[in-house]
């Protein structure tokens, strides 16, 4: 069974330009949430997907966004990119959605702004 | 709020020997889960074992057990048996419902600052 695939694994941009991460989550797996790790702060909840629907959404503004397929693929944008996006980019799926069961991670994109 | 605190940012340890983690939380909803994660270099994320808050005994997975005392609000996770490949990131995490300012509630997974371990032969 394929795990959690994330697409680009490494990218370099630069201040102001937009980026878009790609998630594909475990065959069957409808809820696909993204975390954002950095040193300084750890691992902080963005948002999460159930079925083509924001579920939750954590305090990051509005220049980070996402959306989920049909298929459960789900992706996520981020905007005028600044230089503390620089993060792993961390995208877990699940059978039932963040909390309520185990949550399979991908290896994450590992973001670099200049 | 939900919180999770790792005091331990490294710990070392020699190989074959047994290894605490220490692991504490605060949340004002009954029904919870915690769990642990391993990070290694290449940074994926792998889960290690999950205790529900209302699971009677400690749960345990192979070499990894999670010492779970709710009074105290902690969940320590014991890796017994160290091996070299165990040396990585260690993650506790705690999921749970927080309400919502406008109403409502989320469940909500909020991790630790994690703590890295080095394991030495």
């Known amino acids: 069974k394929a795990g959690v695939t994330q697409t680009p694994r490494y990218l370099i941009k630069t201040r102001g330009q937009q980026v878009t991460l790609s998630c594909s989550p475990i065959?069957?797996?409808?809820?696909v949430s993204w975390y954002q790790q950095t040193p300084g702060q750890g691992l902080q909840f963005l948002f999460e997907?159930?079925?083509?629907?924001?579920?939750n959404k954590g305090n990051f503004p509005g220049r980070f966004s996402g959306r989920q397929f049909s298929n459960s693929r789900s992706e996520m944008n981020v905007s005028t990119l600044e230089l503390g996006d620089s993060a792993l980019y961390l995208c877990?799926?699940?059978?039932?959605?963040?909390?309520?069961?185990?949550?399979?991670f991908g290896e994450g994109s590992r973001l670099t702004v200049l | 709020a939900q919180k999770i605190t790792q005091t331990q940012p490294g710990m070392f340890v020699q190989e074959k020997e047994a290894v605490t983690l220490d692991c504490t939380y605060d949340?004002?909803?009954?029904?919870?889960?915690l769990f642990w994660y391993k990070q290694p270099s290449s940074g994926e994320m792998i889960f290690l074992i999950y205790?529900?808050?209302?699971?009677?005994q400690n749960a345990t997975e192979g070499r990894y057990s999670l010492n779970f005392q709710k009074a105290r609000k902690s969940a320590n996770l014991v890796i017994s048996a160290s091996q070299l490949g165990d040396s990585a990131m260690y993650f506790c995490?705690?999921?749970?419902?927080?309400?919502?300012?406008?109403?409502?509630?989320?469940?909500?997974?909020?991790f630790g600052k994690g703590t890295l371990l080095t394991v030495n032969p």
């Open positions: 997907y159930f079925s083509e629907t924001q579920r």
């Open positions: 205790q529900g808050s209302y699971d009677q």
């Open positions: 995490a705690m999921s749970g419902r927080e309400t919502k300012d406008s109403g409502g509630s989320n469940y909500k997974l909020t």
């Open positions: 877990a799926s699940s059978l039932t959605g963040t909390g309520l069961g185990e949550l399979f």
């Open positions: 949340t004002s909803d009954p029904s919870y889960g």
């Open positions: 065959s069957g797996h409808r809820s």
